[in-house]
Protein backbone atom coordinates (compact mmCIF):
# COMPACT_ATOMS: atom_id res chain seq x y z
CA UNK A 1 0.00 0.00 0.00
CA UNK A 2 1.04 3.79 -0.21
CA UNK A 3 1.86 5.71 2.34
CA UNK A 4 3.33 9.21 2.60
CA UNK A 5 5.46 10.74 4.80
CA UNK A 6 6.40 14.55 6.18
CA UNK A 7 8.85 15.87 8.67
CA UNK A 8 8.93 17.39 10.60
CA UNK A 9 5.94 17.62 11.94
CA UNK A 10 5.94 20.71 13.90
CA UNK A 11 8.72 23.80 13.05
CA UNK A 12 9.30 27.08 14.81
CA UNK A 13 11.76 29.75 12.93
CA UNK A 14 12.91 32.93 13.05
CA UNK A 15 12.62 35.27 10.67
CA UNK A 16 15.18 35.49 7.96
CA UNK A 17 16.21 31.75 8.30
CA UNK A 18 16.20 29.10 5.92
CA UNK A 19 13.61 26.22 5.32
CA UNK A 20 13.44 22.51 4.25
CA UNK A 21 10.41 20.54 4.27
CA UNK A 22 10.60 16.87 3.13
CA UNK A 23 8.35 14.91 1.65
CA UNK A 24 8.52 10.96 0.28
CA UNK A 25 5.99 8.61 -0.59
CA UNK A 26 6.28 5.03 -0.47
CA UNK A 27 4.49 2.35 -2.55
CA UNK A 28 3.90 3.99 -6.23
CA UNK A 29 6.10 5.08 -9.30
CA UNK A 30 6.10 8.65 -10.66
CA UNK A 31 3.33 10.07 -8.68
CA UNK A 32 2.26 13.56 -8.88
CA UNK A 33 3.59 15.69 -5.94
CA UNK A 34 1.55 18.19 -4.55
CA UNK A 35 2.89 21.09 -1.86
CA UNK A 36 -0.31 23.08 -0.34
CA UNK A 37 -0.27 25.86 2.55
CA UNK A 38 -3.24 26.49 4.43
CA UNK A 39 -2.61 29.59 6.76
CA UNK A 40 -4.73 30.58 9.31
CA UNK A 41 -8.21 31.06 8.66
CA UNK A 42 -7.74 30.65 5.14
CA UNK A 43 -8.18 27.48 2.81
CA UNK A 44 -6.03 25.21 0.72
CA UNK A 45 -3.67 26.79 -1.79
CA UNK A 46 -1.71 25.65 -4.06
CA UNK A 47 1.86 26.33 -4.18
CA UNK A 48 3.98 23.86 -6.19
CA UNK A 49 3.19 20.40 -8.33
CA UNK A 50 5.49 18.51 -10.25
CA UNK A 51 4.57 15.50 -12.73
CA UNK A 52 8.22 14.00 -12.52
CA UNK A 53 11.73 14.24 -11.34
CA UNK A 54 12.93 17.91 -12.11
CA UNK A 55 10.44 19.05 -13.28
CA UNK A 56 8.52 21.97 -10.78
CA UNK A 57 5.08 24.69 -11.60
CA UNK A 58 4.91 26.99 -9.14
CA UNK A 59 1.73 28.49 -9.10
CA UNK A 60 2.16 31.34 -6.78
CA UNK A 61 5.21 33.77 -6.84
CA UNK A 62 6.58 33.74 -3.48
CA UNK A 63 10.03 33.25 -1.35
CA UNK A 64 9.62 29.40 -1.44
CA UNK A 65 10.69 26.93 -3.73
CA UNK A 66 10.61 22.91 -4.28
CA UNK A 67 12.71 20.65 -5.82
CA UNK A 68 12.10 16.64 -6.80
CA UNK A 69 15.28 15.06 -6.42
CA UNK A 70 14.20 11.68 -6.23
CA UNK A 71 10.86 10.01 -8.16
CA UNK A 72 8.99 9.87 -5.12
CA UNK A 73 11.03 12.88 -3.04
CA UNK A 74 9.68 16.06 -2.52
CA UNK A 75 10.95 19.20 -1.22
CA UNK A 76 10.24 22.44 -0.02
CA UNK A 77 12.41 25.47 0.70
CA UNK A 78 13.43 29.05 1.43
CA UNK A 79 16.30 30.67 1.89
CA UNK A 80 14.93 32.86 3.92
CA UNK A 81 11.53 33.00 5.90
CA UNK A 82 8.81 35.65 6.08
CA UNK A 83 6.33 36.43 9.01
CA UNK A 84 3.72 35.58 6.56
CA UNK A 85 4.97 31.71 5.55
CA UNK A 86 4.06 30.57 9.03
CA UNK A 87 1.18 28.06 8.01
CA UNK A 88 0.37 24.09 7.58
CA UNK A 89 1.92 22.96 4.82
CA UNK A 90 0.84 20.02 3.18
CA UNK A 91 2.16 17.35 1.02
CA UNK A 92 0.22 15.28 -1.24
CA UNK A 93 0.38 12.41 -3.76
CA UNK A 94 -1.93 11.50 -7.00
CA UNK A 95 -1.27 8.63 -9.77
CA UNK A 96 -2.07 8.92 -13.32
CA UNK A 97 -0.95 11.12 -15.85
CA UNK A 98 -3.24 13.77 -15.20
CA UNK A 99 -3.76 15.51 -12.25
CA UNK A 100 -7.55 15.18 -11.85
CA UNK A 101 -6.87 11.80 -9.38
CA UNK A 102 -7.73 11.48 -6.00
CA UNK A 103 -5.10 13.44 -3.87
CA UNK A 104 -3.81 11.69 -0.75
CA UNK A 105 -2.46 14.10 2.04
CA UNK A 106 0.62 13.37 3.97
CA UNK A 107 0.04 14.91 8.09
CA UNK A 108 1.39 18.00 7.41
CA UNK A 109 3.57 20.52 8.92
CA UNK A 110 3.02 23.31 11.30
CA UNK A 111 5.73 25.86 10.76
CA UNK A 112 5.46 29.22 13.17
CA UNK A 113 7.87 32.06 11.82
CA UNK A 114 8.65 34.09 14.45
CA UNK B 1 -14.54 36.35 -4.66
CA UNK B 2 -13.43 32.81 -4.11
CA UNK B 3 -14.35 30.53 -7.03
CA UNK B 4 -15.34 27.64 -4.19
CA UNK B 5 -17.94 28.85 -1.78
CA UNK B 6 -18.71 26.74 1.20
CA UNK B 7 -21.74 27.39 3.72
CA UNK B 8 -21.98 27.23 6.44
CA UNK B 9 -18.42 27.95 8.11
CA UNK B 10 -19.14 26.50 10.88
CA UNK B 11 -22.13 24.00 12.04
CA UNK B 12 -22.70 22.45 15.60
CA UNK B 13 -25.23 19.69 15.84
CA UNK B 14 -25.90 16.78 18.16
CA UNK B 15 -25.43 13.40 18.10
CA UNK B 16 -27.64 11.36 15.85
CA UNK B 17 -28.64 14.38 13.70
CA UNK B 18 -28.42 14.87 9.73
CA UNK B 19 -25.91 17.40 8.92
CA UNK B 20 -25.47 19.34 5.28
CA UNK B 21 -22.74 21.01 4.19
CA UNK B 22 -23.06 22.84 0.91
CA UNK B 23 -20.38 23.80 -1.67
CA UNK B 24 -20.94 25.66 -4.84
CA UNK B 25 -18.86 26.92 -7.33
CA UNK B 26 -18.45 29.58 -10.08
CA UNK B 27 -16.48 27.84 -12.61
CA UNK B 28 -16.47 25.19 -14.89
CA UNK B 29 -15.35 21.63 -13.41
CA UNK B 30 -14.96 18.78 -14.41
CA UNK B 31 -14.39 17.11 -10.76
CA UNK B 32 -15.41 17.80 -7.42
CA UNK B 33 -13.92 16.72 -4.27
CA UNK B 34 -14.79 16.67 -0.37
CA UNK B 35 -12.14 16.40 1.97
CA UNK B 36 -12.62 15.76 5.68
CA UNK B 37 -9.33 17.65 7.50
CA UNK B 38 -9.29 16.31 11.06
CA UNK B 39 -8.35 18.43 14.50
CA UNK B 40 -4.77 17.52 14.25
CA UNK B 41 -4.24 18.51 10.57
CA UNK B 42 -4.23 15.60 8.50
CA UNK B 43 -6.33 15.65 5.64
CA UNK B 44 -8.57 12.44 4.01
CA UNK B 45 -9.69 12.47 0.65
CA UNK B 46 -13.53 11.58 0.73
CA UNK B 47 -14.99 11.59 -1.95
CA UNK B 48 -14.35 12.56 -5.78
CA UNK B 49 -17.19 12.76 -8.30
CA UNK B 50 -18.52 14.71 -11.27
CA UNK B 51 -22.31 13.83 -11.66
CA UNK B 52 -24.87 11.76 -9.55
CA UNK B 53 -24.23 10.59 -6.03
CA UNK B 54 -22.02 8.57 -4.11
CA UNK B 55 -22.21 6.88 -0.66
CA UNK B 56 -19.53 5.56 2.05
CA UNK B 57 -20.82 4.35 5.16
CA UNK B 58 -22.64 7.31 6.45
CA UNK B 59 -21.40 9.65 4.22
CA UNK B 60 -23.50 10.99 0.44
CA UNK B 61 -22.13 13.32 -1.67
CA UNK B 62 -24.01 14.74 -4.39
CA UNK B 63 -23.41 16.91 -7.25
CA UNK B 64 -25.68 18.85 -10.05
CA UNK B 65 -23.49 20.36 -12.77
CA UNK B 66 -26.14 22.08 -13.77
CA UNK B 67 -26.39 24.49 -10.93
CA UNK B 68 -22.93 24.19 -9.97
CA UNK B 69 -23.70 22.92 -6.51
CA UNK B 70 -22.49 19.57 -4.38
CA UNK B 71 -23.65 18.47 -1.07
CA UNK B 72 -22.20 16.57 1.82
CA UNK B 73 -24.84 14.71 3.62
CA UNK B 74 -23.78 12.78 6.92
CA UNK B 75 -26.69 10.88 8.56
CA UNK B 76 -26.68 9.47 12.35
CA UNK B 77 -24.05 12.12 12.97
CA UNK B 78 -21.44 11.14 15.58
CA UNK B 79 -18.62 12.88 17.61
CA UNK B 80 -15.90 11.70 15.67
CA UNK B 81 -17.74 13.23 12.41
CA UNK B 82 -16.01 16.38 14.18
CA UNK B 83 -13.58 17.66 11.88
CA UNK B 84 -13.32 20.57 8.86
CA UNK B 85 -14.71 19.44 5.53
CA UNK B 86 -13.14 21.17 2.35
CA UNK B 87 -14.67 20.98 -0.99
CA UNK B 88 -12.54 21.72 -3.93
CA UNK B 89 -13.29 21.88 -7.50
CA UNK B 90 -11.03 20.63 -10.70
CA UNK B 91 -11.57 22.96 -13.46
CA UNK B 92 -9.89 23.26 -16.90
CA UNK B 93 -6.50 23.39 -15.58
CA UNK B 94 -6.88 20.14 -13.83
CA UNK B 95 -5.50 21.92 -10.30
CA UNK B 96 -7.91 22.09 -6.97
CA UNK B 97 -9.58 24.91 -5.69
CA UNK B 98 -10.43 24.44 -2.58
CA UNK B 99 -13.23 26.35 -0.46
CA UNK B 100 -12.21 27.67 3.12
CA UNK B 101 -14.00 24.80 4.66
CA UNK B 102 -17.00 23.99 7.25
CA UNK B 103 -16.16 22.89 10.77
CA UNK B 104 -18.31 20.45 12.13
CA UNK B 105 -18.68 20.32 16.14
CA UNK B 106 -20.99 17.43 16.63
CA UNK B 107 -22.28 17.08 20.27
CA UNK B 108 -22.45 14.44 22.36
Known amino acids: SQTIHQWPATLVQPVGSPLSLECTVE??????LYWYRQAAGRGLQLLFYSVGIGQISSEVPQNLSASRPQDRQFILSSKKLLLSDSGFYLC?????????????FGPGTRLTVL | KNEVEQSPQNLTAQEGEFITINCSYSVGISALHWLQQHPGGGIVSLFMLSSGKKKHGRLIATINIQEKHSSLHITASHPRDSAVYIC??????????FGKGTKLTVNP
Open chain 2, 88 to 97: AGQGGSEKLV
Open chain 1, 27 to 32: GTSNPN
Open chain 1, 92 to 104: AWSAGQKLTDTQY
